[in-house]
């Protein structure tokens, strides 16, 4: 009997018409989709894509208690493998959902490094949350011959002021809690009036700053800050109308 | 009268069915579509869409001669402005096609810049190829909190390794006639082991590699070098069998 295969989906930023022609096709097709989400909450990845979801669709959540910063617990991947393989033995596909893109830090990886030596995998790549912060604040992420970096928040502040000497640009992602000393480092390196900060990128709820009209220690946790350097440099002209 | 909105559109790594529903919906609906392609050769970026331009479109071809790593013409750009403005000061909506991301690494900025402060604008993010490439070679480009660069190849080899140095993985652009250079720098890293090679992403041409399995000095401009140094490497299933 064949087995089915494992999809690794990307599902794009958040704007349901963000996604692919072929993810919407795949997920449309498959019988399986199983989608990630906190320990009690909503699934962010599942509600980019519900319009695709039918109630004869078999669905596998995949439930991680969220501890920033913690290496996810290995236990809750094991035993969604398990779960999907027994799928996949059975001949059905199934579609993991990736927010963003899947291999883009992304978790999709812990159940890729499970199954994909024992099945066949197709991955389909998405738009990237950061991608979608140019488009937001309307202004190039990096052109020409400039190094783009992007950068996790959680990393010590060493790390990542040499970082943002060494780079043209940047994304700071996973800024979360860690948004005042962002702010203070970033402000050690002159570099607050090029910096912006964005939430919830592409959904009706999206929120765009310059970052010292940030006040506050926290962001939520799909919160990131874009950093121009370059030479040519123009003003956000989202940022300047005030949006 | 309303003048029409100016849209940057992503378009992708190449396969059409990995742009955007948004896109998709964009370039059906409006009378306008310009293209950027080389000075006498087919333009990439309107063969990934084909399928949706008809026969009432009115197309703008943005001829730039092909010169890598020079400044793009600005006559080029400022006659396509004057073209496309217009269109839109006759109301009609006008969708500019970009490879990739408009904002990440591509031309649209040099139209943007000579129009945004005019016209209404919306900027549709799309798939990068650097996504397109975690994709191909089945492994993730970086994850937790691993440091991401982006690194065109005409940059000096002082500025390159400096970047490798500081970050956890890369991806290497551009990389064209600086594939003989690209290969002894990565080796001098000692990074020749954890390097892929890729080209014509996602299309039926496409082609990965083992970077000491590509000779010669020059490859195509759309190619790319993914390096991962990360702790967690494992060995990219795609190369291992060859492919």
Redesign the interface.
């Known amino acids: 009997m064949t087995t089915g295969t494992l999809y690794?989906v990307?599902v794009?930023?958040g704007?349901?018409?963000?996604?692919?022609?072929?993810a919407?096709?795949l997920l449309t097709g498959v019988p399986v989709i199983a989608w990630p989400a906190p320990g009690d909450g909503d699934s962010f990845a599942r509600s980019i894509v519900a319009g695709c979801i039918r109630a004869d669709h078999v669905e596998i959540p995949i439930r991680v208690p969220m501890r920033t910063?913690r290496?996810p617990a290995a236990e809750v991947y094991d035993a969604a493998a398990v779960e999907i393989a027994a799928h996949l033995d059975a001949g059905r596909d199934v579609a993991v959902l990736c927010e963003g893109?899947?291999?883009?830090?992304?978790s999709f990886?812990y159940l890729?490094?499970r199954l994909?030596?024992r099945y066949p995998?197709e991955?389909?790549?998405?738009?990237?949350s950061v991608?979608?912060g140019?488009?937001?604040i309307?202004?190039?992420?990096?052109?020409?011959?400039?190094?783009?970096?992007?950068?996790?928040a959680?990393?010590d502040d060493g790390?990542i002021e040499?970082?943002l000497a060494?780079?043209d640009a940047a994304a700071i992602i996973?800024v979360g809690r860690h948004l005042g000393r962002m702010r203070a480092l970033l402000d050690r390196c002159g570099l607050t009036a090029q910096s912006c900060y964005a939430e919830r990128l592409?959904l009706e709820t999206q929120k765009l700053a310059r970052l010292d009209d940030m006040p506050g220690d926290a962001a939520p946790y799909f919160s990131m800050i874009l950093v121009y350097k370059g030479d040519e440099a123009?003003p956000s002209?989202v940022l300047e109308t005030g949006s």
């Open positions: 690794g990307g794009g930023p704007a349901p018409d963000l996604i692919t022609l072929r919407w096709r910063e290496f893109d899947p291999f883009f830090f992304g990886m890729f490094q994909s030596d995998f991955i389909v790549p998405g738009v990237s991608m979608a140019g488009a937001a309307a202004r190039p992420l990096a052109a020409r011959n400039e190094v783009f970096s992007v950068i996790p959680p990393l790390r040499a970082q060494a780079c996973k592409t123009w002209p």
